[in-house]
């Protein structure tokens, strides 16, 4: 494997990293509060806690569901170009660029560009 190669793969998978942190973590956070919370030793009412919880599962379902259906439009569009942005991956290129290009360009900013930093004072 050269320095070509290695850059190459290290780029797919801050991708595949940047993905999962954009689609999975999200679902997952929503899985625990669902089922997997449990209620403090010193909650009053652990059944209204619990009810709660899934409010507040419910609420970030409904928060959640037009990026999940922006990425599937986003997605499918890209797949009709067939853009490959990861050529060194045969198979695994174009499905990474569809999914890259369905999140939209504040994902891409995010790859491309470290967050900005507050300026520093130069006294």
Excluded: H
Excluded at 29 to 45: G, R, S
């Amino acid at each position: 494997m050269d320095i070509g190669q290695l850059g190459a793969l290290l780029a797919v998978a801050f991708v595949i990293y940047r993905l999962t942190d954009a689609i999975i973590k999200p679902l997952a956070e929503v899985a625990n509060l669902w089922w997997f919370w449990q209620p403090d030793a010193e909650e009053a009412d652990p059944v209204a806690a619990k009810a709660k919880a899934k409010a507040v599962a419910i609420k970030r379902i409904l928060d959640l569901w037009p990026q999940y259906l922006t990425i599937l439009i986003g997605s499918g569009a890209t797949a009709f170009t067939r853009l490959n942005a990861f050529p060194q991956f045969y198979e695994l290129g174009q499905p990474l660029t569809c999914l890259v290009a369905g999140l939209g360009p504040s994902f891409i900013f995010d790859l491309v560009k470290s967050r900005p930093s507050l300026p520093q004072s130069t006294a």
